[in-house]
């Protein structure tokens, strides 16, 4: 999950978010059927890793 920080103002336009530099999403490793990725974000956005899901359990 990629959200705004917190302590940043909600009222910030996406655009001066992206100001800091550019969200990058890296495809680092697959195997069997799953991938990992590495994200880095300029501090005003909170990247957040949820649970692992079964790729099964997609309908």
């Known amino acids: 999950m990629i959200d705004l ?3 940043a103002d909600p009222e ?3 655009a001066d978010l992206f ?3 550019p969200l990058e999403i890296l495809l680092v490793e ?3 059927g799953s991938a990992r990725l590495a994200i880095a ?5 909170t990247v957040r890793r949820a649970p692992s899901r079964d ?3 997609t309908p």
Do not use: V, Y
């Open 30 to 32: 697959t195997a069997r």
């Open 12 to 14: 910030t336009r996406a």
């Open 55 to 57: 790729p099964s359990d």
């Open 41 to 45: 974000a300029a501090r005003s956005l």
């Open 19 to 21: 100001a800091q530099g």
């Open 5 to 7: 920080d917190p302590a």
